[in-house]
């Protein structure tokens, strides 16, 4: 322990992962009890207008409405019910999305990283032209071709991060690949694939389980960005993205419009890659 | 009267075990000792002490360091800087990492002397020219102009060895200056410390674990073990009749230039348990101050 | 190795470099061109009938689209663009009328300035943090800077943006936070560089109503770097503090900061020069939503409009750029580490 880390004592003194990873599964766990319980939690009907009730400020200030906590956007509506009813899109977004993504990224990573060979160059150029596409730019306009709705959303963050996956799995799988456990399975006999999916797979687990939690965090943001340049779910639906666009155009009249969105998203994706790093430090060698 | 003179100097690693315990030893105006001991016998660290350098895992508690009479521990740390700076210097031990690669020859020699004794460039440009030639480098004006990775292991050190006389500081600290060297190299470097010391008057500190090198360039010597000084002797009594068990151990495992055949002769596990036992006998003593 | 072989084997190695580079860029820019005119063309939503007035007949839909060469089979169609593009004839826009080459190099200016804008605080804020961090390494003030890295690094330049118009253009309204540049003012500027050209002609008025609209968006794309550079720079600095010929530096009678600015600095900035260059790709992808955010005319604030009102001719040419732009950074990072590279070699 002494010298963890050679002469330099000051670098042994190491950053504690347990806060930080405590913190952020605490407030994923409350939104996805939101989430679920939406209905049940929201004080109010989320599209419910009200003109009468029109920018409402929050409990503490002069002038709020009982009942409306956060207070209201424009059209009446309440804050508060809104944003927990979009935890719904948020979460069902990170999670189908995050999810998909890995999935194809991951194989696609693997097999180019495996097999080598024209699988490799294929797939290698493909991301490189898929990194060539502002990503911004580019889910706009996949959401122009798909339509608005949830699975565009998740079609278009699919279809536009599978790079992330595929070009450290890539990485990886090539690393292990040229390890001497693969090479005496090899000399073995076992076949390919079988070598792939149970010597490397396995070790690469940990790296994309973190690219996982990252990647949650990011479909957050797509879908937020998404709807606030207005091309997501239809604009009735209650969505972070859609809240923000919204108290953007009204930030002078009712800054409450946009800053209990911004905060709520502002610590979910800030939770979503502090999950990831911690883990990270927790589980994983490689990509410390 | 000693231009350096260590008492009881003791050091730690933060939280950890004693690294020096209670070093005392004195190194007169132009006068050169040998520090021999074994790998993490704490010699490098009484240099690096000596200069302000111990790693910031490291801390010192006890003792004194006087340099010219003044204890440089009690200095407030910007003045230690500046007259550690001012009078002393080191020659590093491995000259290929010991030069800054993005720097040239030339400012790695002369900046000592332009940013903290405040020569003119001019001077400071032909006292490097000066110095080259005194350590036989030649074509001095290009080695100035040169980076380091254009130049040999062997090179290098004499360039270090210049720099380090650069300022006539009183004292060098030489650490390890040719371990990292080749054996035809290590030679040439070993008379050129010596030239360059006896010609400038220097009190050299000459941290080695080749005893062989202690009895060509030193005339002093302390023998640690454990970071305990075992034995303090001069070099001529101490190779005729070494004192304590562990240093006459130690000279006898030493290989004899002289008869390559006769093999090594580790240190006996006899006297490692003795000299073990003498340390924990130190510490031991030391608690019992502590608690009483 | 002599000199001479040196130089040879390093300008060999520059040649393949960019030889293969070169290729696969022409192989990655062709994707690109493929993929966003095909995928454009799924858009639904005819674009001819969108900028007819309402009560337009099919007679009228189909002589414009005639005209736009909408009416001819996929593949030909790409066939005529692409050869256009080869000859630097990106077509014309659908909603303005004007060629997309003009359109495209009338937005580009504002685009690149507020980028060089980021980067520069970017390198600013992230070389301050590393600097700090390495000075007092160990201590509570590297762990604050370690937390704020991290918090920037997690958060993107969407969110940033957000939070800085709240800051600073609604609690403290300091800067603008929308538009490059006061409407009302007058501008004598013959190029769209109106940063530079106003530094040039020193109307430091105009320098200063500019930067008061472009700081907020610039801000918020260079946070998340800054956080990488102050990361990656402080970590190679506190290696580069514990080589050898630092602690020769100390026993010169240099201070700690002295020694860090003098002996580290230089040597720790090599591999983060090399990071910054991929990253400053990346933060130009960044622009389209953060111009969208702050109203500041640039071509991805236009990039949006024309997804919006699918001008398909300028959303190709506009992606296309991008990609440019995008290729050719990354080509430059290779041949600048191509280039360096023997030299980290030998020092």
């Known amino acids: ?288 | 009267m000693s231009y350096l003179s260590i008492r009881n100097l003791s050091v730690r690693l933060k939280g950890g075990p004693p690294l020096l315990r209670r070093v005392s030893l004195d190194v007169g105006p132009g006068e050169v000792r040998g520090l021999v001991g074994e790998s993490g016998a704490g010699k490098s660290m009484i240099g690096k002490a000596v200069l302000g350098i111990l790693p910031p895992s490291v801390e010192v508690t006890g003792g004194e360091i006087l340099l010219g009479g003044t204890d440089l521990l009690g200095l407030p740390p910007k003045d230690r800087r500046r007259r550690i700076g001012a009078t002393c210097a080191l020659i590093p031990q491995d000259p290929l990492t010991a030069l800054n690669p993005s720097h040239r020859i030339e400012p790695q020699i002369t900046d000592r002397l332009v940013n903290i004794l405040g020569w003119t460039r001019a001077a400071a440009r032909a006292r490097a020219r000066d110095l080259l030639e005194e350590v036989h480098l030649p074509d001095p004006e290009r080695v100035l102009r040169a980076y380091p990775h254009e130049l040999s292991g062997g090179m290098r050190q004499r360039i270090l060895i210049a720099s380090a006389f650069a300022a006539e500081p009183k004292l060098i600290v030489a650490d390890e200056p040719t371990t990292a060297l080749d054996v035809t190299v290590q030679k040439q470097i070993l008379k050129l410390i010596r030239e360059m010391q006896a010609r400038h008057g220097t009190a050299l500190v000459f941290v080695t674990h080749d005893l062989g090198v202690v009895s060509k360039v030193c005339q002093h010597l302390s023998v640690l073990y454990a970071g305990m000084v075992v034995e303090d002797a001069r070099v001529a009594d101490f190779f005729a009749a070494p004192r304590h068990a562990y240093s006459a151990a130690l000279l006898a495992a030493t290989p004899k230039y002289t008869d390559p055949d006769a093999g090594l002769n580790p240190v006996p596990d006899a006297v490692i348990d003795a000299v073990r036992a003498e340390v924990a006998a130190f510490d031991a003593a030391k608690a019992r101050r502590g608690a009483a | 190795m002599s000199g001479r072989q040196r130089t040879e084997a390093t300008d060999n190695a520059v040649i393949k470099v960019l030889a293969t580079r070169l290729l696969t860029t022409l192989v990655t820019l062709a994707g690109v061109a493929v993929i966003v005119f095909f995928v454009i063309r799924v858009v639904p939503g005819n674009p001819i009938a969108m900028m007819l007035p309402p009560g337009a007949t099919e007679e009228d839909i189909a002589r414009l689209s005639a005209l736009y060469g909408l009416d001819k089979p996929l593949v030909t169609q790409f066939g005529i663009w692409i050869t256009g593009v080869l000859q630097g004839d990106f077509g014309t826009s659908i909603t303005t009328r004007q060629p997309v080459l003009d359109l495209v190099l009338g937005r580009l200016p504002a685009t690149l300035e507020l980028a060089i804008m980021a980067l520069v605080i970017a390198v600013a804020l992230g070389g301050t943090a590393a600097l700090i961090g390495t000075r007092f390494r160990g201590g509570k003030r590297e762990g604050a800077i370690d937390i704020a890295n991290g918090v920037a690094l997690s958060v993107p330049d969407f969110l940033w943006g957000l939070v800085l118009i709240l800051l600073f253009g609604v609690l403290w309204p300091v800067f603008h936070i929308s538009g490059r540049v006061t409407p009302s003012l007058d501008l004598p500027f013959t190029t769209d560089f109106y940063l530079i050209e106003s530094l040039i002609r020193l109307r430091l008025d105009l320098t200063a109503d500019l930067v008061a609209h472009m700081f907020m968006p610039a801000l918020a794309l260079a946070i998340p770097l800054a956080a990488i550079i102050g990361q990656l720079l402080k970590q190679s600095l506190k290696e580069t503090m514990n080589l050898d010929y630092v602690t020769l530096a100390r026993t010169k009678g240099y201070g700690e900061t002295q020694v860090i600015l003098r002996e580290a600095l230089r040597n720790a900035a090599l591999p983060t020069i090399t990071l910054v260059g991929v990253q400053f790709s990346f933060l130009i992808g960044g622009t389209v939503i953060i111009e969208r955010l702050f109203s500041y005319e640039g071509l991805g604030n236009m990039a949006i409009d024309a997804v919006i009102n699918r001008d398909l001719p300028l959303i190709q040419g506009i992606v296309l750029l991008f990609a440019l732009i995008f290729t050719m950074l990354n080509l430059i990072v290779d041949l600048l580490y191509a280039v360096l590279n023997p030299r980290l070699r030998h020092g």
Not at chain 1, 126 to 138: G, Q
Not at chain 1, 188 to 205: D, F, K, V
Not at chain 1, 262 to 282: H, M, N, P
Request: proline content about 6%; overall charge neutral; hydrophobic content about 55%.
């Open chain 1, 1 to 288: 322990m002494a010298d963890a880390k050679g002469m330099d004592g000051r670098s042994m003194i190491r950053r504690r992962a347990g806060p930080r990873l405590w913190l952020s599964a605490g407030w994923l766990s409350i939104l996805c009890l939101a989430a679920l319980f939406a209905p049940w939690v929201a004080p109010h009907d989320p599209l419910a207008q009200d003109l009468f009730l029109g920018r409402m400020p929050p409990f503490w200030m002069a002038g709020a409405e009982p009942g409306y906590w956060l207070g209201t956007d424009s059209l009446g509506r309440d804050v508060l019910s809104r944003l927990i009813h979009g935890a719904r899109v948020a979460l069902a977004v990170a999670l189908i999305a995050g999810t998909i993504t890995c999935l194809v990224g991951a194989t696609l990573g693997l097999l180019a990283g495996f097999l080598r060979g024209w699988v490799d160059i294929v797939i290698s150029r493909l991301i490189d032209i898929w990194m060539a596409f502002p990503p911004v730019l580019f889910s706009i306009l996949l959401i122009a071709v798909l339509g608005p709705g949830l699975v565009s959303i998740i079609i278009a963050i699919v279809v536009i991060d599978w790079t992330r996956f595929a070009r450290v799995v890539r990485a990886e799988a090539m690393a292990q690949g040229a390890m001497d456990y693969v090479s005496s399975a090899q000399v073995a006999g076992r076949p390919r694939i079988g070598i792939m999916l149970r010597e490397i797979l396995p070790n690469l687990l940990p790296t994309i389980g973190v690219l996982l939690t990252l990647e949650m965090g990011i479909a957050v943001i797509v879908e937020a960005i998404l709807s606030f340049v207005n091309l997501s779910i239809s604009t009735d639906d209650p969505t972070w993205g859609s809240m923000i666009a919204e108290g953007r155009t009204a930030i002078h009249q009712a800054w409450w419009v946009l800053v209990f969105p911004l905060i709520t998203l502002f610590l979910t994706v800030l939770s979503f890659s502090q999950l990831g790093e911690g883990l990270k430090d927790r589980f994983d060698p490689v990509l410390r």
